[in-house]
């Protein structure tokens, strides 16, 4: 049988994170402590709805029990950084076994700022940890540059997987036929582009999970920048347009769920690209990123009608978004089979 990504919203054996440790990313010693609060904030929130595996580097796992608490479970293993949806496996079943896909990590297209000596072998590190095995890749990818209807529908971006940075001798169709093969999809929708703030210090160069991310078949949920000030209101707009024209793999037309950004539009000076639709899908939960902002609520009520036998938990994503990317980023699942 042909193996496939599940849907986020299938049932789930396990999440997977990884803990901060020391590097460029968390550059002083306050950063690096804010991060551990945020990942142990969004840790404890998945534990309320299903078993959280944290891998954790060498000599840290008493820090990081202090802070996660006794429920979640800890994994010693190398690592350069702690974004588990990046360099964690994708995980992929045939209905019978699971297994995981390692695709080939570069440190988000071998930015300056990037280490990935360890975190490229974490994919095959966790499916060891799974008891699983694994299907490798030689395509440059990332989970949070992926995006599944669980009915053979992906949602791609022209920046990540056919930017120079990753696949420079990649056609769209070598990419579409690989990341079919491995995922088990059909068809594939790019978006030209991520949001502005994703081009910037720690970004991934244009995920496609803080910019719109699949409800259910045929729902999709995605970011809108209302304000015209702000560099992402026309990106948004055009992203809204190409899904509104859109048809995913059964030939429906896409429901398109406009969900807005937070009100603020700058921290530090730069514009930020905070988003809502980096949310994590846990057994009976939603954790869902907030900014001790207006629109806080709004977003909330928004999945909690999409989710409405789901609890949705408010985390604030703030710290997260600093570092380069949210709750979605930090988080990976393990379907149960």
């Not at 970004?203 to 000030?229: K, M």
Request: proline content about 7%; glycine content about 10%.
């Amino acid at each position: 049988m042909t193996f496939r990504m599940p849907p986020e919203w299938a049932p789930h054996e396990r999440t997977w994170m990884a803990w901060p440790g020391p590097n460029p990313t968390f550059g002083t010693d306050a950063e690096l402590a804010a991060a551990r609060d945020a990942w142990a904030t969004v840790a404890r929130a998945v534990r309320r709805f299903e078993p959280v595996t944290m891998v954790v580097g060498p000599g840290q796992e008493d820090g990081a029990r202090a802070l996660l608490g006794p429920d979640v479970e800890l994994a010693v293993r190398p690592l350069d950084d702690a974004w588990m949806r990046d360099i964690g496996p994708t995980f992929v079943t045939d209905g019978r076994q699971l297994a995981a896909v390692d695709w080939t990590f570069n440190g988000w297209g071998a930015q300056g700022w990037a280490r990935w000596e360890h975190d490229r072998h974490i994919a095959r590190s966790v499916a060891e940890l799974a008891g699983v095995p694994v299907h490798g890749s030689r395509l440059v990818n990332e989970g949070g540059a992926i995006h599944v209807d669980g009915e053979g529908t992906v949602l791609l971006t022209e920046t990540v997987q056919l930017g120079e940075e990753r696949n420079p001798d990649w056609t769209r169709e070598q990419v579409e036929s690989e990341i079919h093969a491995r995922l088990g999809t059909e068809k594939a929708i790019w978006l030209p582009r991520g949001l502005s703030g994703d081009y910037g210090t720690y970004g991934t160069l244009g995920h496609v999970d803080i910019v719109a991310a699949f409800a259910r078949p045929g729902t999709v949920v995605v970011h809108v920048q209302p304000d015209p000030a702000h560099p992402d209101h026309e990106i948004t707009r055009e992203t809204v347009r190409i899904l509104r024209g859109a048809t995913d793999a059964r030939g429906r037309s896409l429901e398109v769920v406009e969900v807005k950004a937070p009100t603020v539009l700058k921290a530090d000076g730069e514009w930020v690209d905070y988003s809502y639709i980096n949310h994590y899908l846990c057994n009976g939960g939603v954790v869902l990123c907030a900014f001790d902002d207006p629109r806080d609520k709004e977003a909330a009520e928004i999945f909690g009608e999409l989710f409405p036998d789901r609890t949705v938990t408010l985390v604030d994503a703030r710290t997260i978004f600093a570092g380069g990317g949210g709750i979605h980023c930090i988080t990976q699942q393990q379907p149960k089979v």
